[in-house]
């Protein structure tokens, strides 16, 4: 496959050195299923998963968004195995703040202990001595909840001091959990759930596009009504592309901070997600849109 370098332009972290194309790899999809276990365990096709990778990168994606409890352990050593020694430009953004119960659900685990314990899980798993970036996630699946996070954040921030983290992150939150969170230590990207259904946070996109933090939707395609689904379909059938490929394209025409991290077990799928980066949404096609969502511009 062609090279696809442009892959949406670039963002550039403010007071980093740090700079990506805005469409990513998300690896939780090469995890495994167990029954009711979603993310859980070895992929059926270890070669496959381990093909998608190295056919992004030689794609030109050039960061990846990770975690050890995804499998758990799973994703991560299946990156070091197809990636490993890591190309100088490709940023690894792992989370911490959750582990895998063995019933395969998804408990908090945010002690100071147990943030110190992930991240180097998360050092060894992809074989590394620095962390380019850890998000720490809270919240629900789908939305930010009030709750305290001092304890796991201040725990992060010292092990950026202490030279294991580079960058740190924050996962399903709001305007004012970042608010707090900035007062300990900076923050350089919000990880949402956001897409042409869900845009409870059109404001708050905007107002981290005007700090430079990057902000990173997950569930391009998830909560869609019938209704909604229909639209983006003819919409999709009128382009001559996949609903995926307009709501990526979507995306990243909604904000120049917007970074894409759509993921995939397929390299099918994985090519069909890159060319995202090409498809103009024409007017006729962006109204259509609009009315999709709730809310957003």
């Known amino acids: 496959m062609a090279k696809q370098s442009n892959l949406g332009g670039t963002f550039t972290f403010p007071k980093t050195a740090m700079t990506v194309k805005r469409i990513g790899y998300g690896a939780m999809q090469l995890a495994g299923r167990d029954g009711n276990k979603m993310v859980w365990g070895p992929p059926a096709d270890v070669p496959g998963a381990i093909a998608v990778l190295r056919e992004a990168v030689a794609s030109g994606v050039d960061h990846i968004d990770t975690s050890d409890f995804y499998g758990p352990h799973v994703t991560n050593q299946l990156i070091k195995k197809a990636l490993h020694p890591y190309p100088a430009n490709l940023v690894i953004v792992t989370k911490v703040g959750a582990r895998r119960g063995a019933d395969g659900s998804w408990p908090h685990a945010r002690s100071r202990q147990e943030i110190i314990e992930d991240v180097h899980e998360n050092l060894r798993n992809l ?22 996070f001092e304890e796991p954040l201040t725990t992060l921030a010292e092990l950026k001091q202490q030279g294991l983290i580079r960058h740190i992150g924050l996962s399903t939150v709001s305007p004012e959990q970042l608010a707090r969170a900035q007062a300990i230590t900076e923050i350089i990207c919000i ?66 901070n917007v970074l894409l991290i759509p993921g995939t077990s397929s390299v099918q799928h994985l090519r069909e997600n890159l060319k995202a980066a090409t498809l103009e949404l024409p007017e006729e096609a962006l109204a259509t849109l609009k009315s999709i969502g709730g809310t957003g511009t």
Not at 127 to 148: K, M, T, W, Y
Not at 207 to 216: E, R
Not at 226 to 249: E, I, R
């Open 191 to 256: 990880q949402n759930f956001y897409n042409l259904a869900q845009r409870t946070d059109d404001v708050f996109i905007d107002a981290l596009a005007a700090q430079g933090i990057a902000y990173v939707p997950y569930f391009p395609l998830g909560g869609f009504s019938p209704l909604q689904s229909s639209k983006l379909n003819d919409v999709a059938a009128s382009l001559n592309a996949t609903p995926m490929q307009v709501a990526l394209a979507w995306l990243l025409q909604r904000s120049p």
């Open 127 to 148: 074989g590394v001595d620095v962390l380019d970036a850890v998000n720490l996630r809270l919240g629900g699946f789908s939305g930010p909840e009030d709750e305290p």
